[in-house]
């Protein structure tokens, strides 16, 4: 029931991110500075998406004799191109957010993790095309490639698509503009980790 919960609320923020992108509208900026991603799988998604309208003239032809078959798999390819689109969506509607404090990174609708800036120990733009699963990383590729590597002094919670929790030090990730990204993080990391801590409260 939980898993069915989750799979329907990721639909649906899928759907929304549609919406969003029609009307040039982004999520979660507020304040803070939007840095993109999904530049580097806009012609893989386009091809999927292409995949599926060939696939359903095809199917629609071969099973032209089956009527009610004919129309289970239309709703099928319908459903699969939405979920293309809306993943492409998603990704340009919610980019990685520079804000006050903490560096939001994300991926479509089902990866949204908040970093503290006082807990990046080192920040670097570094172009990696491999990933090997290790405890403790995260890797967040896009078009199978990551362009920035934190390193972090603690860990800090991140929770897979079904809820599971992962204590990670090291994340790895894409950004269209990594220099520029790269550029506003490292003043902003300084900045939160000299920042003075505030006083405690005096008995009066």
């Known amino acids: 029931m939980r898993t069915a919960l989750l ?52 199917m629609s ?49 089902h990866v949204d993790l908040r970093i503290p800036l006082e807990k990046i120990a080192h920040v670097r733009r570094e172009l990696r095309t491999t990933h090997e699963r290790a405890d403790g990383e995260l890797n967040l590729p896009i078009g199978a490639q990551t362009t920035v590597t934190l390193e972090l002094a603690e860990p800090v919670a991140h929770f897979t698509f079904l809820g599971r929790r992962r204590d990670v030090r090291l994340v790895r990730f894409h950004a269209d503009e990594s220099d520029s990204l790269v550029q506003a993080l490292v003043p902003a990391v300084k900045q939160a980790r000299t920042a003075p801590s505030a006083l405690p409260d005096l008995p009066v």
């Open 7 to 58: 799979l329907l609320r990721h639909e649906v923020r899928l759907v929304a991110g549609i919406w969003l992108w029609a009307i040039r509208r982004r999520h979660g900026i507020g304040d803070g500075t939007g840095f993109g991603y999904a530049r580097g799988q806009g012609t893989m998604m386009l091809g999927f998406g292409f995949v599926i309208v060939i696939e359903s003239i095809m």
């Open 61 to 109: 032809v071969l099973l032209r004799n089956y009527p009610a078959v004919q129309r289970g798999w239309f709703m099928v390819d319908i459903y699969t191109l939405v979920i293309i689109i809306g993943m492409h969506a998603a990704s340009v509607v919610r980019p990685h957010v520079l804000d006050a404090g903490f560096l939001r990174i994300r991926r479509a609708a």
